[in-house]
């Protein structure tokens, strides 16, 4: 078992910026691809990054390349999404997700490629 817990959600201006983290325990951190979904009001939970075992891959949805990093540190057992340039559209829960049977790739492009899922921060971008 893997446990994933979120921090560091709230609330920002438009333009802002906010580092999410997301720490781990259960298992080996740096044997298991990671990434965040994110789920707005009334909206299904969508993709937004994720990162390889070894932190040399990363993937981003079309909406956030260029805003947003995902990174991580695998002495410390947490993965990181800086998000830069908010903008109120960034309104959602965001979700921390490991993958173990699946590669960091295929966490963007499968539905449900994710085998553990944290609980979630609210970020809420302010107009």
């Known amino acids: 078992q893997v446990q994933l817990v979120e921090s560091g959600g709230g609330l920002v201006q438009d333009g802002g910026s906010l580092r999410l983290s997301c720490a781990a325990s259960?298992?080996?951190?740096?044997?298991?691809?990671m990434g965040w979904f994110r789920q707005a009001p009334g909206k299904e939970r969508e993709f937004v990054a994720a990162?390889?075992?070894?932190?040399?891959?990363?993937y981003y949805a079309g909406s956030v390349k260029g805003r947003f990093t995902i990174s991580r540190d695998n002495a410390k057992d947490t993965v990181y999404l800086q998000m830069n340039s908010l903008k109120p559209e960034d309104t959602a829960v965001y979700y921390c997700?490991?993958?173990?049977?699946?590669?960091?790739?295929?966490?963007?492009?499968?539905?449900?490629?994710?085998?553990?899922w944290g609980k979630g921060t609210l970020v809420t971008v302010s107009s």
């Open positions: 990162i390889n075992e070894n932190g040399g891959s990363t």
């Open positions: 259960g298992r080996t951190f740096s044997t298991y691809n």
């Open positions: 997700a490991a993958a173990i049977s699946y590669t960091a790739e295929a966490m963007g492009v499968m539905n449900n490629a994710v085998d553990y």
